[in-house]
């Protein structure tokens, strides 16, 4: 960790009242923020789904998936500390790219934050199918489908709960912090509480190596595929991301130079550590009985109760009930304090958008007393619930969230490689060691999740970027805001390239076979992709080099310095010399 050094000429501060909103929210704050965002739904299914898909190496997966996370954390550990805005996310590429770049993993990171509160919601609900009052609220796998669906009483739960999550976050932030950073502390230690308790009392070592054994049969490459597949399809890094809440809290940190890199990199150690020790508890406590009558970790997910209560169910056969009881509060709590956090940081992301000029005005719109964006927050907590009608299960939704996060991301060690050559002198209050290598290395890893993921999601999120680029060049068009900027199209040559790309190199592997958009009706025989053209370890080879040449080309065309200071003024004042 390097702290940038010299004087306020060459070292320019960033003016800390640039968006306007109140400033009061400190180290623990951030940091709870994020790690409350970490912990959420990703505990209480994760370590379920993923044995399914990958058996006891599962716990591989989270220790390579952690690895990436992290990567990606120090990236914006130092994008954070220069630019510490509200909706920092997705400003960063707009300042190293200018607008097409921008509204492009803007629009990402705001799609990955809407829909984040939404699969909480159906996290609580799932949960709570397993008492006899809520049980027709989820709706059991079909026949020889392994994805329970919501009811119609489901949906209508649904509703109130994200009804909920807008009145709390109409309150104000300075209440929201910190009833978060009750809820966190409530939600770190009872998944710690978990892995002891499951440890000390139920600890079976040969699971490790039953149903089928630590790694799944078919050999080296069958296995490492299921790892792969695992990462974004069982949740593994939708459990582990969450870090950047406090990146997104930028324009609200009293001391953000300070307190954003702590945060960033604080909350996602402290995750990945409880996540790895779930996983290891789960498989564990399992009863050896129950892995022998399912066969294969595969038929784990057609179980209706570990469906619906993965760590709920086991405490209930371990008559640990205490346990149990404990795990259903938890279910309310750990979810809803996730999806109330994401559904503030989408607002925020949406002002963001709206700062940049890429969509209506409107997104600015803050109360006089508050200063709490309103018309973002609504208007989020609507789409979410567009969202649970198509996706209305955590595991339909997952891969969805997961891709648009991975997107989001993606744009950071961009954005990083770029700045550094464009404005080195900006001050960084934490500078990432070895940036030359990470940063290119995070992006191709980004790259690989988002191409694990799958046709059916990459082909989905295609689709729902191009509707974000018809509702920006409307707005664009009706003039709804008044500072919509020209489209920088010399830095931003790459994104097509990078978007087609993408659609093709999945197209053509071997990862989520299906039609397109991966929602079935109509789509679900029309451009069939995922189908193994491109054989596996050939096509990451092919995506690594692609990416890499994606990352240089980006580089390359980055925005002019000059460029960049007009972007950056309202954070960097131009009294200060910026060059």
């Known amino acids: 960790m390097g ?33 409350g965002s970490i912990i959420g739904s ?39 500390g220069i630019f510490p805005v509200t909706g920092g996310t997705s400003r960063f590429p707009h300042y190293a790219f200018g607008s097409l770049a921008g509204g492009t993993f803007g629009w990402f990171a705001y799609i990955q934050a809407a829909t984040v509160a939404p699969i909480e919601v159906l996290t609580t609900i799932q949960y709570f199918s397993t008492v006899s009052w809520a049980n027709s609220w989820y709706k059991s796998p079909a026949h020889g489908a392994t994805k ?4 119609g009483d ?16 109409l309150v ?59 990462l974004p399809g069982a949740g593994i890094v939708f459990a582990l991301l969450g870090f950047e809440q406090a990146v997104q809290l930028g324009g609200e940190s009293a001391r953000p130079q300070r307190d ?36 294969t970790w595969a038929n784990f997910a057609k179980d209706r109760a570990l469906e619906a209560g993965p760590f709920y169910t086991i405490a209930k056969v371990a008559a640990l009930g205490w346990l149990a009881w404990i795990l259903r509060v938890d279910a309310v709590v750990s979810p809803g304090g996730t999806g109330l956090i994401y559904l503030t940081s989408a607002s925020r992301l949406s002002f963001g958008l709206s700062k940049n000029g890429y969509v209506p005005k409107q997104f600015e719109s803050t109360t006089a007393r508050t200063r709490i964006p309103v018309f973002g927050v609504i208007v989020t907590a609507v789409i979410g619930m567009l969202f649970l009608l198509p996706f209305s299960s955590w595991a339909s939704l997952v891969d969805i969230v997961t891709g648009a996060s991975v997107l989001m991301y993606a744009g950071a060690p961009l954005a990083l490689g770029a700045l550094r050559k464009s404005k080195p002198e ?45 509702l920006m060049a409307l707005s664009s068009a009706l003039h709804l ?9 010399g830095a931003a040559v790459w994104i097509f390239p990078y978007l087609i790309g993408m659609t093709l190199i999945s197209y053509f592997g071997s990862f989520g076979t299906g039609g397109l958009f991966g929602v079935g009706g109509v789509f679900k025989n029309v451009l069939v992709g995922g189908h193994g053209d491109l054989p596996l370890w050939w096509d990451l080879l092919t995506l690594g080099i692609f990416s890499l040449a994606i990352y240089l080309l980006a580089v390359h065309s980055r925005l002019p310095v000059e460029k960049v200071d007009e972007y950056v003024k309202d954070v960097f004042p131009p009294s200060l010399p910026v060059h």
């Open 3 to 35: 702290v940038a050094t010299g004087t306020a000429v060459h070292q320019p501060q960033p003016r800390l009242d640039a968006d306007g909103l109140k400033r009061e929210v400190g180290l623990l704050g951030l940091m709870w923020a994020s790690e």
């Open 42 to 80: 990703g505990w209480l299914f994760g370590s379920l789904v993923a044995l399914t898909y990958a058996g006891p190496s599962a716990l591989l997966g989270w220790v390579i998936a952690s690895g990436i996370v992290i990567l990606l954390a120090l990236v914006h550990a130092e994008l954070g």
């Open 148 to 151: 329970g669906t919501l009811s």
């Open 154 to 169: 489901g949906i209508a739960a649904a509703a109130v709960l994200m009804f909920v999550f807008v009145v709390i976050n």
């Open 172 to 230: 104000g932030i300075r209440w929201l912090v910190h009833a978060n950073t009750t809820i966190t502390s409530w939600k770190v230690v009872i998944p710690v509480l978990v892995i002891v308790t499951l440890l000390a009392t139920h600890f079976h070592g040969g699971n490790f190596t039953a149903g089928g054994g630590f790694f799944l049969p078919g050999g080296f490459s069958a296995s490492a595929k299921g790892i792969m597949v695992a």
């Open 260 to 295: 954003l890199p702590r945060a960033v990199i604080g909350s996602i150690l402290i995750g990945a550590t409880i996540y790895i020790l779930l996983q290891f508890a789960f498989i564990a406590a399992l009863n050896p009985a129950t892995i022998a009558n399912f066969h």
């Open 426 to 470: 900006l001050t960084r209050s934490y500078r990432l060691p070895a940036a030359g290598i990470i940063a290119p290395l995070s992006f191709v890893l980004a790259n690989f999740i988002v191409f694990w993921s799958g046709w059916n999601t990459v082909s989905l999120l295609m689709a729902v970027l191009l509707v974000g680029y018809i």
């Open 481 to 489: 805001n008044d500072h919509t900027p020209k489209l920088d199209w």
